[in-house]
């Protein structure tokens, strides 16, 4: 369209009024806008109730190993404390033992002793 140099301004105005009209190019913007996000909402919403669900089956893939993990790892315990107890019993056992081997070894000790003063009695008794 070509404006005339004559012309005065509300033509100017009527003529690119209906060539271009603010309204309507603002209300299809808005609406195409409107339409991209409801679509866009929609995607998401879609993506997210997926993730949920995948959520939810990799936590019962997982939940079956856990819990034998668990229940492997609660025994390892059970065995540590008795290898504990048992460890703190054969220290006490070894103790003991160390006493009797040192009430032994004085006893056959006195037992040689008495054996070496009366070795020249055994001459005498009958054998």
């Not at 949920?52 to 668990?70: C, D, H, I, N, V």
């Not at 006490?92 to 037992?111: F, G, K, N, T």
């Amino acid at each position: 369209m070509q404006v005339q140099i004559g012309s005065s301004l509300s033509e100017v105005v009527r003529s690119r009024s209906r060539w271009y009209d603010r309204r309507r190019v603002v209300l299809s913007a808005f609406l195409a806008a409107l339409v991209v996000s409801l679509a866009a909402t929609a995607v998401a919403s879609v993506r997210g109730v997926g993730l949920y669900r995948q959520a939810k089956r990799t936590g019962r893939a997982f939940s079956e190993p856990l819990s034998t993990f668990e229940a492997k790892t609660a025994e390892v315990d059970r065995h540590l404390d008795a290898f504990e107890a048992s460890s703190r019993e054969l220290e006490r056992a070894r103790e003991q033992l160390r006493y009797s081997r040192a009430r032994l070894q004085v006893l056959l000790d006195a037992i040689e002793r008495a054996q070496s003063r009366t070795r020249w009695l055994r001459v005498f008794l009958p054998g």
